[in-house]
């Protein structure tokens, strides 16, 4: 079910995550106000991802909003266990949770600069109905 390989490329090992039936993402609690960068790779392939991971960290918030419940706390071996029982019986059954793509292309490149554009023009276009703008006097 599980199979431990040597490091890969980095497209050799992005194949491998399309192939899997699940990717597992760990995180210690002590890593808890940060996202590695793994898990938005996790979440671009496409696969049903498990978080071993504090839910009440940032990992574990954004799992939850994204509608991943298969998550356990990485120090919790009962959790992980019903975890993982949950999980092989979803992703035999057809089942498992995957987020819709329209609410992880947000993080891609092209979704982050278009949040930032749309920051951008919400600030510039309050900054500009808001002061009076007067040339040098």
Do not use: H, W
């Given at each position: 079910?599980?199979?431990?390989?040597?490091?890969?490329?980095?497209r050799?090992?992005?194949?491998?995550?399309?192939?899997?039936?699940?990717?597992?993402?760990?995180?210690?609690?002590?890593?808890?106000?940060?996202?590695?960068?793994?898990?938005?790779?996790?979440?671009?392939?496409?696969?049903?991802?498990?978080?071993?991971t504090?839910?009440?960290?940032?990992?574990?918030?954004?799992?939850?909003?994204?509608?991943?419940?298969?998550?356990?706390?990485?120090?919790d071996?009962?959790?992980?266990?019903?975890?993982?029982?949950?999980?092989v019986?979803?992703?035999?059954?057809g089942?498992?949770?995957v987020?819709?793509?329209?609410?992880?292309?947000?993080?891609?490149?092209?979704?982050?600069?278009?949040?930032?554009?749309?920051?951008?023009?919400?600030?510039?276009?309050?900054?500009?109905?808001?002061?009076?703008?007067?040339?040098?006097?």
């Amino acid at each position: 079910m599980v199979r431990v390989l040597p490091s890969l490329p980095y497209r050799q090992a992005l194949q491998e995550m399309c192939e899997t039936d699940a990717l597992l993402l760990f995180q210690a609690s002590n890593c808890n106000n940060q996202i590695p960068a793994k898990m938005y790779e996790y979440l671009y392939i496409g696969r049903p991802v498990l978080g071993l991971t504090d839910r009440a960290g940032d990992t574990g918030r954004l799992l939850n909003q994204l509608g991943i419940a298969n998550v356990a706390s990485l120090e919790d071996v009962s959790e992980i266990k019903t975890l993982l029982l949950r999980a092989v019986a979803e992703i035999r059954q057809g089942t498992a949770f995957v987020p819709p793509r329209q609410s992880i292309m947000r993080f891609s490149r092209r979704g982050s600069a278009e949040s930032l554009a749309r920051l951008l023009d919400e600030v510039t276009s309050s900054s500009s109905r808001g002061e009076s703008r007067t040339g040098p006097g």
